[in-house]
């Protein structure tokens, strides 16, 4: 069987699919040693897991959009509105108090993690029919990465998305945790027979699909309900949501283009220019987790900046533009062959 690879084997493996699995085998052989890093070394794992992945994945993104030639003006609504739309919500938000705009950006993050799983999925199998397997396959994804999400809400964990309590107002529902139990591991099961029956009768298997709906199941169950860890959870959750999506980009962005494709791009598309790439993203993710330090968190370093409370409902939701307007754009630049709707559009979805 001719195998989906979005690139090819050596590379999807690596940068698409390994890191679930990679991250895990890490956890379970050093998992004291991980542990004894968030207590004396916080500042590097927060450096390396937050800015230098989870950040600098949310800039890959104008190699898609800002970037290319011609984009913008295509789309213009689009790619202006949102931004402008995102601080006008953010505004809002913020003027229902702080833990509602980060209990509601939290929301909002975490459906943007569950479609990226989905979207790769979606990817990995586009060469199948629109069958009952490949609706089982997306019901599987689905249960993959939203019970941790419902065992979350009602559990108390040692970790959060944001912030403190962002989702303790989802307490308050009924003890619905063994009833989606029972449901998710039946969704589980029913996946995995379908799986190895088909692969039997077939002689076929879709590798890349398989290993990577394995992955969300593992990274999603083992991060968020197994282990009850800070830094395990951000481990798992950045590095297998953050590394496969740099990837996807380059890959798709620049990689496969020809250099009369990408325009100015094409110093990207060399083996040096792969660290260039790197290297733009991360002095991005860089720059605006120094802005959120010094004027918002103070947590790992400070300039003493005194930011008067007015100023703050304004501030904090534009430093948190780049980031949602990650989330929303994603819902459209990834949709092919269908043109991108227009700004007017955006509120009808």
Same mark, same amino acid.
């Given at each position: ?7 090819n084997?050596k ?12 991250v ?10 991980i542990?004894g ?13 937050i ?15 800002y970037?290319?030639?011609g984009?913008?003006?295509k ?8 931004p ?44 199948e029919?629109?069958?009952w397997?490949?609706?089982?396959d ?5 249960s993959a ?16 998305? =944001?912030?403190? *309590?962002?989702f ?8 619905y +945790? $063994? !009833?989606?139990? #029972? ?9 995995i ?54 990837a ?12 009369h ?9 060399s ?14 993710a ?9 004027l918002?968190?103070?947590?790992? =370093?400070?300039? *003493?900046?005194?930011?008067s ?6 501030? +904090? $939701? !534009?430093?948190? #533009?780049?980031?949602?307007?990650h989330?929303l ?5 990834w949709?092919k ?5 227009n700004?007017?559009s955006?509120?009808?979805?």
């Amino acid at each position: 069987m001719k195998q989906p690879w979005i690139h090819n084997a050596k590379t999807d493996w690596w940068f698409i699919l390994s890191p679930p699995f990679v991250v895990l085998l890490i956890i379970f052989l050093f998992q004291k040693q991980i542990q004894g890093l968030e207590n004396h070394y916080s500042f590097y794992t927060w450096l390396f897991l937050i800015v230098f992945v989870d950040v600098a994945h949310v800039y890959s993104t104008l190699f898609k959009t800002y970037f290319v030639k011609g984009e913008i003006q295509k789309n213009r609504w689009l790619y202006l509105g949102i931004p402008a739309v995102s601080w006008i919500l953010g505004i809002i938000l913020f003027q229902f108090g702080t833990l509602t705009f980060w209990s509601v950006l939290a929301l909002v993050a975490v459906f943007h993690f569950i479609r990226q799983q989905y979207g790769f999925m979606r990817i990995y199998a586009r060469f199948e029919p629109n069958n009952w397997s490949k609706r089982i396959d997306e019901v599987a994804v689905y249960s993959a990465t939203i019970f941790p999400m419902l065992y979350w809400f009602k559990t108390p964990r040692a970790f959060t998305w =944001f912030v403190n *309590n962002e989702f303790d107002w989802l307490q308050n529902l009924p003890d619905y +945790v $063994p !009833l989606m139990t #029972v449901i998710y591991s039946a969704i589980l099961i029913i996946w995995i027979i379908k799986t190895v029956v088909e692969a039997f009768k077939t002689k076929k298997i879709n590798i890349p699909k398989t290993a990577l709906i394995t992955g969300t199941f593992l990274s999603w169950y083992f991060g968020i309900v197994y282990f009850n860890n800070d830094l395990l959870f951000t481990f798992l959750n950045v590095v297998s949501h953050g590394i496969p999506y740099i990837a996807l980009i380059y890959i798709r962005e620049i990689q496969q283009k020809e250099n009369h494709q990408l325009s100015w791009m094409h110093i990207f598309k060399s083996f040096s220019g792969i660290f260039l790439f790197v290297g733009v993203i991360l002095l991005f993710a860089f720059l605006e987790e120094f802005l959120w330090e010094t004027l918002v968190w103070n947590e790992h =370093f400070s300039l *003493n900046l005194m930011i008067s409370e007015n100023l703050f409902q304004f501030l +904090v $939701p !534009l430093l948190v #533009v780049p980031q949602l307007t990650h989330y929303l754009l994603d819902g459209f630049i990834w949709r092919k062959p269908k043109k991108l709707p227009n700004f007017v559009s955006i509120f009808k979805i």
